[in-house]
T-cell receptor, first 112, second 113 residues
Framework: DQQVKQNSPSLSVQEGRISILNCDYT??????FLWYKKYPAEGPTFLIS?????DKNEDGRFTVFLNKSAKHLSLHIVPSQPGDSAVYFC???????????FGKGTLLTVNP | DVKVTQSSRYLVKRTGEKVFLECVQD?????MFWYRQDPGLGLRLIYF???????EKGDIPEGYSVSREKKERFSLILESASTNQTSMYLC????????????FGSGTRLTVV
């Protein structure tokens, strides 16, 4: 049973435009959400996070929005740059054992 | 910054071999994890450890075992490698399970032929 879902396997945007990556979760016990970015042949690197007590967190070009009632979060990248091309993983913490549960990832391609 | 080091970037092993993947972290983190990443399947947890000599199965432990004899080192063992274990293996550590995110190593690309 997949508790963290990233329903779009891939997304393609033009340089300078907004990228919106979406993530849905099913476990209401999740209390902390993270986004990781992964380049090929490298480990994931932490990008941004949000606690369930907030609905928005911003860090430079990256903003994460959390809608608890809809069990949905999104990552906005503005403006998108070619170097942002990577796989983005949504992750959630909480429940019975506080492990991170990851989604399957979305491949973002930013075209020059 | 926390550093998580995986001993090999690329490995090629034969079917049936016993394979050891090593991971070392340098920040005294309590928790360490082994994931594998496969296209279309994302990151799947194999095993994790919350203390020396303590381990718990993740979502896909079959065919794997782990060892944590020292706090800084967490080893993943493929008892008898099979071709379906060809994958990218990622080690991670965290200060505490309540402290937030993980720090990942660079990964080991294992090919079993």
């Amino acid at each position: 049973d997949q508790q963290v879902k990233q329903n779009s396997p891939s997304l393609s945007v033009q340089e300078g435009r907004i990228s919106i990556l979406n993530c849905d979760y099913t476990n209401s016990m999740f209390d902390y959400f993270l986004w990781y970015k992964k380049y090929p042949a490298e480990g994931p690197t932490f990008l941004i996070s949000i606690s369930s007590i907030k609905d928005k967190n911003e860090d430079g070009r990256f903003t994460v929005f959390l809608n608890k009632s809809a069990k949905h979060l999104s990552l906005h990248i503005v403006p998108s740059q070619p170097g942002d091309s990577a796989v983005y993983f949504c992750a959630a913490r909480g429940g019975s054992n506080y492990k991170l549960t990851f989604g399957k990832g979305t491949l973002l391609t930013v075209n020059p | 910054d926390v550093k998580v080091t995986q001993s090999s970037r690329y490995l090629v092993k034969r079917t049936g071999e016993k394979v050891f993947l090593e991971c070392v972290q340098d920040m005294d983190h309590e928790n360490m994890f082994w994931y594998r990443q496969d296209p279309g399947l994302g990151l799947r947890l194999i095993y994790f450890s919350y203390d020396v000599k303590m381990k718990e199965k993740g979502d896909i432990p079959e065919g794997y075992s782990v060892s944590r004899e020292k706090k800084e080192r967490f080893s993943l063992i493929l008892e008898s490698a099979s071709t379906n274990q060809t994958s990218m293996y990622l080690c991670a550590s965290s200060l505490s399970l309540q402290a937030g995110g993980y720090t990942f190593g660079s990964g080991t690309r294992l090919t079993v032929v």
